[in-house]
């Protein structure tokens, strides 16, 4: 399977995708949660930080274009400022936003989310405001929204509706558009509005819904991967589909074609915001359909980048590259702990995207003793990813002198790669490590000894952007030199 997956992902080329349905604008309002109101029993908001975010639809398309892809958009947005950046961003991502028809009759579909930041970090949602016109479009808009689907369908490669029953993919024109899909030999994705009556859908390639999707669609609760197979195979046929991927969180998804009902399970991992997941995994789906893959292949794909996803804040688009990386992870195709300072930056921006906390050490680490053990497990204690910076042979040399290291560069690498207290190490071989702490730019920089910590390398810069420095207590007659000399005093008794 690892194999195929990167295989896959490397032959998903740059396809155009039409994504159809509702474009909405996300923004959140980030603001330190301080104290409770004299007024009344709520938090107040100091704000400190607004953000947008493409949402809904147009989620859709900011994950295909991250995904390599080129979003071409049929739907509609409000004549007014949230419209107006919202096409903005979706053109700045490479999105072809020229069958986005701009109405003064209702404003651009916008949710607003209010986040307490807990010391300044930890992200809580504390309320969501919508401003929207959900009512469906009149058959008029819908005939010109349709006029422009038609007019660039022929230039494709696959299409994508996202129906968050804003009014945009009516009954009528959902029907006319997969119709028209069909005609074109075009496959059709369908990421479906919670609801009884699916038959809008009828005729598609493929649907998504979730568990509580299908569950309200087929009159029962799923509960087990036994429902789950009844719902896929019940919508599969009532709805003359090749696919159903129904999406199950925590427990992966279930896949139903008329050749295949198999569960595709996921790794359990750490849900921080499940804001975006459906829209990564259609677009996911998308672009692996686009390339040829088979549908297992590509539910495989999908659940990678919706795992991906969650352990994100709101929603977040998904790279190639992240999903090569996570591919890697979970399937135990190398051990990575040893990265070159490259693939560790990559690596490093990844886990910040996560919320979590670098630390970062460095040194010889030449003949590992019970002093380091205790150091790393101090290092562990300041964070989430302990980042060792290994000093290269060379550095060692010059720093100890032409009979050191006793242990060569790749050795005391993989000594340090054995220990579940390090997640990652890096050679350098400058004379000085500020370089590279300039570089990893780590959120705990860890050194040992009684000193003050001005005598630490790096410790202003890395005051200056909020980290802190943390001194380690140094283990009493524990270092690589007395055990080395140790070493060479019984040597010399034993000749």
């Not at 396809?15 to 301080?34: E, N, Q, R, S």
């Not at 910040?352 to 380091?372: A, E, S």
């Not at 380690?472 to 019984?490: C, E, G, W, Y």
């Amino acid at each position: 399977m690892y194999e195929r997956l990167l295989k896959t992902i490397g032959s998903l080329g740059a396809p155009k995708v039409l994504v159809a349905g509702d474009f909405m604008l996300d923004v959140y309002v980030y603001g330190d949660a301080v104290r409770i109101s004299p007024e009344a029993p709520v938090p107040v908001l100091r704000v400190t930080e607004t953000e947008y975010r493409c949402g809904g639809a147009a989620s859709v398309a900011a994950d295909l274009a991250a995904l390599g892809a080129t979003p071409i958009c049929v739907g509609l947005v409000g004549r007014d400022a949230e419209g107006r950046r919202l096409e903005e961003m979706l053109t700045k991502l490479g999105a072809d936003v020229g069958a986005l028809h701009e109405t003064a009759d209702r404003p651009t579909v916008t949710k607003q989310r209010l986040i307490g930041l807990a010391q300044h970090r930890h992200k809580q949602q504390l309320m969501r405001i919508d401003r929207e016109a959900a009512e469906p479009v009149p058959i008029e808009l819908g005939e010109e929204m349709l006029r422009q689907y038609r007019e660039r369908l022929a230039d494709v490669d696959i299409v994508c509706l996202q129906d968050y029953n804003k009014g945009v993919l009516t009954s009528l024109l959902c029907q006319q558009m997969i119709v028209l899909a069909a005609e074109a030999g075009k496959k059709v994705l369908v990421d479906p509005t919670p609801g009884r009556d699916y038959a809008k859908y009828s005729g598609a390639t493929l649907i998504t819904p979730n568990r509580h999707e299908a569950s309200t669609a087929c009159g029962f609760e799923i509960r087990t991967i036994t429902d789950a197979a009844r719902a896929a195979e019940h919508l599969l046929a009532d709805l003359r589909l090749e696919a159903v991927v129904v999406t199950l969180d925590k427990e992966g998804a279930y896949l139903a074609t008329r050749e295949v009902g198999e569960q595709v399970s996921v790794k359990p991992r750490t849900v921080y915001d499940v804001t975006g997941a459906g829209d990564i995994v259609l677009a996911t789906l998308a672009v692996s359909l686009a390339a040829d893959s088979d549908y297992l292949t590509a539910v495989h794909l999908a659940n990678i980048a919706g795992g991906i996803e969650v352990e994100k804040f709101g929603a977040a688009s998904v790279t190639r590259a992240e999903m090569e990386r996570e591919i890697a992870r979970l399937y135990g195709a190398r051990n990575d702990k040893v990265r070159p300072l490259e693939a560790l930056l990559e690596e490093l921006s990844w886990r910040r995207d996560r919320h979590q906390r670098i630390v970062f050490t460095n040194g010889c680490f030449d003949v590992l003793h019970r002093g380091h053990i205790e150091y790393l497990e101090f290092c562990r204690a300041q964070g989430d990813v302990v980042v060792v910076g290994l000093n290269s042979d060379h550095s060692v040399r010059a720093l100890k002198g032409p009979d050191r290291p006793v242990n060569r560069e790749q050795d005391r690498a993989a000594v340090l790669s054995g220990l579940e207290t390090v997640d990652f190490i890096t050679l350098f071989d400058e004379p000085s490590v500020l370089g590279l702490i300039r570089k990893v730019r780590p959120d705990v920089l860890v050194k040992g000894g009684d000193y003050d910590k001005t005598g630490v390398v790096g410790w202003e810069f890395v005051e200056s952007y909020g980290g802190k420095v943390a001194m380690a207590p140094l283990v009493k007659d524990k270092s690589s030199t007395d055990t080395i000399q140790r070493m060479r005093a019984l040597q010399a008794k034993a000749v």
